[in-house]
């Protein structure tokens, strides 16, 4: 009997790990032929129709329509047999046990902790025990110094730094240089190399840089996680900035078009050639990204995120953490809930309930 062969989720958008598993059109046990279609994947940019690569039974199908995927994660198996076992997931092999220097008396997690940052061990001596607690203050005490030259110690008092090197970092890139307001002070990201450039803007660091970098006078940052796929991260970056005290100024590109009794809170995004109409109200850390027309006497609520092209009629309400996909039509009067998300190219023409689904390309109500 052959090994399973496992249908992996692809990563669709580079810039959004995360997709909506729309339509399931197996179930456990079912028998597929290749070409069959298995599911539609869907992103705030893209859909995608995954069909068998080869015939097989499905077993140890792992999620349902409505939920996230990660890209790289398994779907289900194409077995030869619907009682086929299903493979166990891979896991790590344990790190293997090493010798500390001669004389040197070091706990083993402390010792594997060193070795992972390359930390010299001969600058301790044998006469006390080395603890993983005490090598985690010196990893903390040393990485942000060097990280912290990238820099001089005296910053621009309208300087801001920018949370995030992906996708949405590089359109803050180019709109705070449009802005020409504040001086970019570099990059935070816990997954870019320190001393790494971004459109030129070097990358300082991790989080952990954030404290030391307010005490140094840099009390700007901008949120560019643009949390696709997974809201909350993005909820997590501002509460994070905000607990050490940054302030998260609202940004508008020059290019973009907003009516002067309009209002916009804190940490709000506008990008080039969107129009935010009369009285319209956007609440904190809102995101209207490149083409999105809000008409007048809508309201926004936290978190919110239009993608290019989406249009709102008048007195449109939208919850926190929506997210709308690009060319989405949303009818006047209409309320769309909390965390409701709103596939590429729907036509939203009755109210959609917090948590609710709105498939791309759809009607809403059906």
């Not at 083993?108 to 080395?130: K, V």
């Not at 603890?131 to 040393?142: F, G, R, Y």
């Not at 991260?233 to 609202?250: A, M």
């Not at 009285?279 to 007048?296: D, M, P, Q, W, Y």
């Amino acid at each position: 009997m052959n090994p399973p062969n496992a249908i992996t989720i692809p990563l669709i958008n580079p810039n959004e790990p995360g997709c909506l598993l729309s339509e399931l059109f197996v179930t456990q046990g079912q028998l597929v032929h290749q070409g069959d279609r298995i599911c539609i994947l869907e992103t705030t940019k893209a859909t995608l129709e995954l069909t068998a690569a080869a015939a097989g039974y499905v077993i140890g199908l792992a999620f349902q329509p409505g939920q996230i995927i990660q890209a790289g994660e398994t779907l289900a198996y194409l077995a030869d047999s619907p009682g086929q076992p299903v493979p166990q997931p891979y896991k790590e092999p344990m790190p293997p046990q090493t010798i500390p220097p001669q004389g040197l008396r070091i706990s083993q997690p402390a010792l594997q902790l060193a070795l992972q940052h390359h930390i010299d061990l001969t600058q301790f001596s044998g006469e006390t025990f080395i603890t993983e607690k005490e090598i985690q203050q010196l990893i903390e005490s040393t990485v942000p110094e060097t990280a912290f030259k990238l820099q001089t110690s005296q910053f621009d008092p309208d300087a801001i730094i920018i949370y995030g090197g992906g996708g949405h970092g590089k359109i803050i890139i180019d709109l705070l240089r449009a802005l020409e307001a504040f001086p970019i002070a570099g990059i935070v990201d816990d997954g870019l190399a320190v001393g790494s450039l971004v459109m030129g803007v070097p990358v300082l660091g991790g989080a952990d840089l954030l404290p030391r970098l307010f005490e140094q006078g840099v009390h700007y940052a901008a949120n560019a996680v643009g949390g696709i796929g997974n809201i909350d991260s993005r909820i997590k970056v501002f509460e994070r900035l905000t607990q050490v005290g940054f302030t998260c100024p609202t940004l508008v590109h020059p290019a973009a078009y907003v009516e002067t009794s309009a209002m916009l809170a804190e940490g709000a995004q506008v990008m080039s050639l969107a129009y935010i109409g009369s009285e319209v109200r956007l609440g904190f850390g809102v995101i209207i990204n490149t083409g999105a027309i809000i008409s007048h006497d809508c309201i926004l609520g936290d978190y919110a995120n239009l993608s290019p092209g989406a249009i709102l009629a008048g007195e449109v309400t939208i919850g926190s953490a929506v997210l709308v996909g690009m060319g989405v039509t949303v009818n006047l009067r209409v309320k769309v809930g909390d965390r409701a998300r709103i596939g590429n190219g729907a036509t939203v023409k009755q109210d959609v309930p917090a948590n609710s689904i709105v498939h791309a390309g759809t009607t809403w109500p059906d």
